[in-house]
Nanobody, 128 residues
Framework: VQLQESGPGLVKPSQTLSLTCSVSGGSITASSYWWSWIRQSPGKGLEWIGAMSYSGNTYNSPSLKSRTSISRDTSKNQITLQLSSVTPEATAVYYC?????????????????????WGQGTQVTVSS
């Protein structure tokens, strides 16, 4: 399975960040799998943003929930992230990753070891 993130590398403050995860070698509708968006800012750990299940259900981080939208295009085997009203603090490397099943608690969403496949990540800078 291969995951590839794509999208603009530069976003202006207050705008909406939009990224796409293109998946090959496996279907985003394969049973039991969740597809997460995770980011890592300079000098910080992994921050889970949200996820979509194989059936299309979504679950987002409570801290970002009001600004996060995750959707999919099953015909293209893609997962899309939209994060609205971004600030410079959203500058980070954004990853998509796959895990099987739900974690035991919310901390598991940002645990690297609980994912079996990752994209290479894409740098997004929020700046005017």
């Amino acid at each position: 399975v291969q995951l590839q993130e794509s999208g603009p590398g530069l976003v202006k403050p207050s705008q909406t960040l939009s990224l796409t995860c293109s998946v090959s070698g496996g279907s985003i509708t394969a049973s039991s799998y969740w597809w997460s968006w995770i980011r890592q800012s300079p000098g910080k750990g992994l921050e889970w943003i949200g996820a979509m299940s194989y059936s299309g259900n979504t679950y987002n981080s409570p801290s970002l929930k009001s600004r996060t939208s995750i959707s999919r295009d099953t015909s293209k085997n893609q997962i899309t992230l939209q994060l609205s009203s971004v600030t410079p603090e959203a500058t980070a490397v954004y990853y998509c990753a796959r895990r099987k099943g739900l974690p035991e608690d919310d901390y598991g969403w940002s645990s690297r070891r609980e994912y079996d496949y990752w994209g290479q990540g894409t740098q997004v800078t929020v700046s005017s």
